[in-house]
């Protein structure tokens, strides 16, 4: 079997691969560009954490619709929804909250907040 060449791809025993650039062969960048970049997106990285911190989340409103006030819930994004004291009213008796005026979709307390809500108070005169 005839000697492989030296100039064969394959390394010898010992000896390390030669880097052929990889990835990034064809990229022209400082190292200090690099640091650079690395220190504006941890600043960047950092104000969204800062700015997603002060944020109070998602608004749950409820209208009571002529009963007592009902405060308004805040959301993580997913957080299950809880259901507030029950507003009263002078002459009636709370049904529970719906998703609509007419009361014909009642709200089911422990789903997922994914965005803005406004419930409305079901009142059944006495």
């Known amino acids: 079997m005839p000697e492989q060449n030296s100039s064969s791809s394959k390394t010898k025993p010992g000896q390390l691969p030669q880097n052929d650039g990889g990835l990034y062969k064809h990229l022209n960048i400082s190292v200090k560009m690099i640091s650079t970049i690395i220190i504006v997106g941890l600043i960047a990285l950092a104000a969204l954490v800062v700015l997603g911190s002060q944020s109070e989340g ?21 957080e299950p929804l809880t259901k507030p004291e029950d507003p009263t009213r002078e002459g009636y008796h709370f049904e529970g909250w719906a998703y609509d005026e007419a009361c014909l979709a009642p709200v089911e307390f422990g789903g997922q907040v994914e965005q803005e809500l406004e419930f409305y108070a079901c009142w059944q005169e006495k």
Do not use: A, K, T
């Open 58 to 78: 998602i608004p749950v409103r409820y209208d009571s619709r002529g009963g007592s006030d009902v405060e308004i819930q805040h959301y993580e994004f997913l």
